[in-house]
């Protein structure tokens, strides 16, 4: 709910909270992680502290994290409307398995127009 609100707040499309929602599923299922799973890797989106992305307490703040991440995807695909989700995804977060994202891709539309929805 938090990454759908965040994302109408920045007044960006719904595709790219699609986007976020994967990105988030496929990172931490949905859960805010407080406690650093691989490296020092926080939060709905496994963001690092030492990679840049903000501190321990803002990483799992939610909507912090969600700022944080559409902020990225706006620097590193800016055309993120025009690309393949699982490409967008990976432009922005750098994993290590960049197509793993897709696989929510129709899950997370579904998820993302229910709440935009009401």
Do not use: C
């Not at 321990?56 to 912090?64: E, G, K, N, V």
């Not at 993302?112 to 929805?117: E, G, N, R, S, Y």
Request: charged content about 15%; aromatic content about 10%.
């Amino acid at each position: 709910r938090t990454i759908v609100q965040v994302t109408k707040q920045r007044h960006m499309s719904p595709y790219a909270a699609v986007i976020a929602v994967s990105v988030a599923m496929q990172e931490s299922s949905l859960r805010n992680l407080t406690a650093a799973v691989d490296a020092d890797s926080l939060g709905l989106f496994q963001q690092r502290p030492s990679m840049g992305w903000g501190n321990s307490r803002q990483l799992t703040d939610p909507a912090y994290a969600t700022t944080a991440f559409l902020s990225a995807l706006t620097q590193y695909a800016p055309h993120f409307g025009s690309m393949p989700l699982w490409q967008a995804a990976q432009d922005t977060q750098r994993s290590g398995y960049p197509t793993a994202y897709a696989r929510w891709e129709d899950q997370a539309a579904h998820m993302v127009q229910q709440l935009a929805a009401g």
